[in-house]
């Protein structure tokens, strides 16, 4: 045998020895509780995703390289500090099994949960329902399913012990049959009944939903602040240094902070899903097929040109992108659909449609500056727009007329506890004036939205029609605030981008002035340094 052919066997071997040393899934999870670390913790220090994590500890997969090592090294080391309950403890809450069958609880033993049992998934995404139940693993109420039918918290996010310690276990005093019959006590009149124990509060799916949010968000928390310290720490306090550190890492990072968000999430998706062409690139210079409704507005009766005196005050809408991660959002594989079938409110994706004109100069077209007339491929964002539009509530133009379309079931909230996350962080550093975190937090929700398309950066999740959906949503609240600000009297001179409007009028008595979320600030830093100018009208 050559040495190479040695060298493969021993690698082989090595392999089978790690595998050996590997614990079993359950302890694994068992190990990881009782030294109480997150799953994020876990999944930094080996080097893997907090979902890998699950899937370890769940059985799911295997633990592979390159975090096997790593990993095998901390569940080895966690073994000493805490080593498995006696197994005769374990043996006495076990009946002995009658002839033929299988070994039961006894009687009053709490049956071990089951760190097997899998969530089971519908075709749609959603977890399963059906009556709620005791959790196989936890013991709390959940009205969602295991593969087997048991009910089973979705995705396996239990309760905290804490919670499921309020459900009082029944306790029986058992009396020896040779025990000796007590004399008979001497008549005194009868006792008050003792009041009945007060049954142990279940909290409400609101409630559990609540303190799941509450631990994911404390570990994002934690996430973002850990980023920041350790960036300035290496930098030996150069702000500077730091930021660009911490903009180079934003990409896994936010992807880190994505699995870490969607830990409560009762629903899969769908992270590579075989796409259409329309949303392919013909080339990496070439876009797809999809229009945005990218605006480039300038009112026709106003201009720079003309001489006048109309007061202008050009706007920025804050953080436009991040705001926008509230949308509808297709969660699975897209279908086709002829005609307007694959119109539907609980749906999302993308729809060729022939628009209706737009017939209203004092506002922008809600399908941006288009150069060429025609059918188009819209995204859901917009389409949600125009059919507003068309409604009776706003009666601004007629419906459009939907050819096709490519979609999939939808939430609304898929991203919302991202947007939750980073929008709190954004929020606590523009509070402590802490522009490190609040560049870091700026560079995590735009490259995580321009990077989930075709895009070499972030081979985790390849969907173009949610980045077109997004960037959509931002220009449909961008033009929401031009019409709110055209119903309260102010002129619309100009809307660009996804964040840029420019007002004639008083526009404070309209939006509040700030960098929150839901504020405008004065822009700065362009061509009009001091983000107001005049206008003058012109006569047509």
């Not at 005093?173 to 142990?200: F, G, M, N």
């Not at 980023?227 to 306090?237: C, D, K, N, T, W």
């Not at 523009?430 to 950066?457: N, P, R, W």
Request: glycine letters at 8%; charged letters at 20%; proline letters at 9%.
């Amino acid at each position: 045998m050559s040495e190479g052919q040695l060298d493969s066997v021993e690698a082989l071997l090595e392999e089978a020895r790690l595998m050996a040393r590997m614990p079993e899934p359950a302890e694994r999870l068992r190990l990881r509780e009782a030294a109480g670390l997150s799953r994020a913790q876990v999944a930094t220090a080996v080097g893997v995703g907090r979902q890998t994590v699950a899937n370890w500890e769940s059985g799911e997969t295997d633990p592979q390289p390159p975090g096997r090592v790593k990993y095998l090294r901390l569940l080895e080391g966690l073994a000493q500090i805490h080593p498995a309950p006696a197994q005769s403890a374990a043996q006495s809450a076990v009946r002995a099994p009658e002839p033929g069958g299988v070994a039961q609880p006894a009687p009053g033993a709490a049956a071990a949960p089951d760190f097997a049992a899998q969530t089971a998934w519908r075709p749609d995404g959603l977890a399963v329902q059906g009556e709620p139940g005791p959790c196989v693993r936890c013991g709390v109420l959940t009205p969602f399913r295991s593969t087997d039918g048991r009910p089973l918290h979705a995705g396996a996010m239990c309760q905290p012990p804490a919670v499921s310690s309020q459900v009082s276990a029944p306790v029986s005093a058992a009396v020896p049959p040779q025990a000796a019959v007590a004399p008979a006590p001497v008549a005194s009149p009868p006792a008050a009944p003792a009041p009945s124990p007060t049954p142990a509060r279940v909290p409400s799916r609101p409630q559990r939903r609540a303190q799941s949010s509450a631990r994911a968000q404390a570990e994002t928390n934690t996430l973002i602040a850990g980023a920041v310290h350790e960036e300035l720490a290496r930098a030996e306090g150069d702000a500077d240094v730091a930021l660009q550190a911490l903009v180079k890492r934003a990409i896994p990072d936010v992807m880190r902070l994505f699995e870490e968000t969607r830990a409560t999430a009762r629903y899969q998706y769908t992270a590579y899903p075989s796409l259409p062409d329309i949303l392919h690139k013909p080339s990496k210079r070439e876009p797809d097929q999809i229009w945005e409704a990218r605006p480039n507005f300038h009112h026709p009766h106003y201009s720079l040109k003309a001489p006048g005196d109309v007061h202008v005050t050009a706007l920025d809408a804050n953080a436009a992108y991040l705001s926008a991660l509230k949308c509808w959002l297709p969660i699975g594989k897209l279908e086709h659909h002829a005609g307007d079938d694959g119109v539907d409110a609980k749906r999302a994706g993308v729809h060729l449609i022939t628009p209706a004109p737009w017939l209203h100069p004092h506002l922008p077209d809600p399908l941006g500056d288009r150069e060429e007339p025609g059918a188009l491929w819209i995204t859901d964002a917009t389409l949600r727009l125009l059919l507003r539009l068309s409604g009776p509530k706003y009666a601004l133009i007629e419906a459009p007329t939907v050819h096709e379309s490519w979609t999939s079931g939808a939430t609304e909230n898929f991203l919302d506890a991202l947007r939750k996350v980073l929008a709190a962080a954004r929020e606590d550093a523009l509070a402590q004036d802490d522009s490190i975190t609040e560049g870091y937090v700026k560079a995590m929700y735009s490259k995580f939205i321009s990077t989930m398309g075709e895009s070499i950066h972030n081979r985790e999740i390849q969907r173009p029609d949610w980045m077109h959906i997004i960037h959509s949503q931002a220009y449909a609240n961008l033009w929401g605030k031009a019409y709110k600000a055209h119903q309260a009297g102010l002129e619309v001179i100009a809307m660009m981008g996804t964040d840029e409007l420019h007002l004639a009028g008083d526009w404070r008595q309209v939006f509040t002035e700030g960098r929150g979320l839901a504020q405008m600030k004065v822009k700065h830093g362009d061509a009009k340094a001091s983000g107001e100018y005049t206008v003058g009208r012109v006569v047509r």
